[in-house]
């Protein structure tokens, strides 16, 4: 099945830093999501990025389909920024099989 | 509000005993998801469900089971023959499977006792 890696495993940052995260697949995909985990748990979407740049506020992502990567860039980081990050690829497998494939994320720590 | 809810929000279990963790969605997403979570890892999919009466295994289907009679419900048993089932349960759905951004509920955090 396809691989997906993400680097670096952790990060800490100080308030205002930027920072880029990446995402690394291995074979050609039909999906590519970026999640942030709150301390709760919970998923929260961040981008739905097959290819091509996005931007929301302080957040911007950039996927390379071509090239078989995804980058999240967090710009002035904030406390509240804080989390795992996760990419997530979707693709078949198989013929009719698909799976939505998680990296194993990265743990950012935003000190104040 | 249109989301997907999942149910109950922790959840203790006796060895050996069958639990079923519920999954809800009001979003007319004919795509569902169940992910098993462990601690300090990523995402691992149990099962999936592309439309009503259709269900496909994950990677960790063993121990589990599902069923799909609804177009809104999707719960998931964990059975007894699941031999770690401590763990953060996380529903999830799209629009159709493939191509189609995927939201997730709030997880079931399972713990046997």
């Known amino acids: 099945g396809i691989q997906v890696e993400q680097s670096p495993p952790d990060l800490i940052l100080q308030e205002g830093a930027n920072s880029t995260l990446r995402c690394n697949f291995s074979d050609s995909v039909n999906n590519l999501q970026w999640f942030h985990q709150n301390p709760w748990g919970q998923l929260i979407n961040l981008f739905y990025?097959?290819?091509g740049t996005k931007q929301n506020g302080r957040l911007s992502a950039t996927t390379v389909a071509t090239e078989r990567y995804s980058l999240l860039y967090i710009s002035s980081s904030q406390t509240t920024d804080s989390g795992v990050y996760f990419c997530?690829?979707?693709?078949?497998?198989?013929?009719?099989?698909?799976?939505?494939?998680f990296g194993k994320g990265t743990l950012l720590t935003v000190n104040p | 509000d249109g989301g997907i809810t999942q149910s109950p929000k922790y959840l203790f279990r006796k060895e050996g005993q069958n639990v079923t963790l519920s999954c809800e969605q009001n979003l007319n997403h004919d795509a569902m998801y169940w992910y098993r979570q462990d601690p300090g890892q990523g995402l691992r999919l149990i099962y999936y469900?592309?439309?009503?009466?259709?269900?496909q295994k994950g990677d960790i289907a063993e121990g589990y089971s599902v069923s799909r009679e609804k177009k809104e419900s999707f719960p998931l048993t964990v059975t007894s023959a699941q031999k770690n089932p401590t763990a953060f349960y996380l529903c999830?759905?799209?629009?159709?499977?493939?191509?189609?951004?995927?939201?997730f509920g709030q997880g079931t955090r399972l713990t046997v006792v």
């Open positions: 469900s592309q439309i009503v009466n259709d269900f």
């Open positions: 997530a690829v979707g693709a078949f497998s198989g013929g009719s099989n698909y799976k939505l494939t």
């Open positions: 990025i097959p290819s």
């Open positions: 999830a759905s799209s629009i159709f499977v493939a191509s189609t951004e995927a939201f």
